[in-house]
């Protein structure tokens, strides 16, 4: 039975919607791919929220019943774990334009031997917290087999979105213990 979300992740997996929408911010058109669980449910639902509200034409479509090519797509899949990486590249040789990849996701599927021939048309934008205060935002494309990956921005966290990080960071580690 699904338990839904605890409220401290429902607020992480908001602000993640937020930070997302930096490299999402300029497409009209966007498919948000998502899994069933309980975390991609509530990171789907908030990238969909702050794409209707801007005006775009967007719609979720669950992992399961993507079998279409599509143009733009936010790739909601994860935790990291075995088979992850395959998931991810199914989904990305139905792209035809641009895949914005939730961040476990992306390293999953970057991992893949098949990962460079699944992107050869594609861009792939995705984000990454190499600092604790800081967010990069990436670009990659495959050129002759060989990734290229760019940095097309970077966003310092504070304030709300810094708070709601830390109560959610430090749930996840006294879970873990």
């Keep these: 039975m699904w338990q839904g979300v605890e409220a401290v992740e429902l607020e992480y ?3 993640l919607a937020t930070l997302y929408w930096k490299i999402l911010s300029d497409l009209d058109d966007v498919a948000v791919v998502y899994e069933v669980s309980p ?3 509530a990171l789907a639902s908030s990238l969909l929220t702050l794409l209707i509200d801007k005006g775009a034409k967007a719609r979720a479509v669950r992992r399961s019943d993507l079998n279409h090519p599509l143009d733009h797509v936010f790739v909601a899949m994860g935790p990291y774990r075995e088979g992850l990486g395959e ?3 199914e989904v990305l040789r139905l792209v035809r334009r641009v895949a914005v990849v ?11 031997a098949g ?29 002759n087999g060989a990734l290229e990956k760019a940095v097309i921005g970077e966003e310092r966290i504070t304030g709300v979105k810094m708070e709601v990080i830390r109560r959610y960071e430090a749930e996840k580690m006294a879970l873990s213990y």
Excluded at 102 to 112: C, D, G
Excluded at 124 to 140: F, G, H, I, K
């Design 13 to 15: 997996r908001s602000v």
């Design 102 to 112: 939730h961040t476990p996701a992306y390293y999953a599927a970057e991992e893949m």
């Design 87 to 89: 998931e991810v590249l």
């Design 39 to 41: 975390s991609c449910t």
């Design 115 to 143: 990962f460079p021939e699944a992107i050869r048309r594609v861009e792939v934008r995705y984000a990454a917290r190499e600092l604790p205060d800081v967010v990069t935002y990436y670009r990659v494309v495959a050129r």
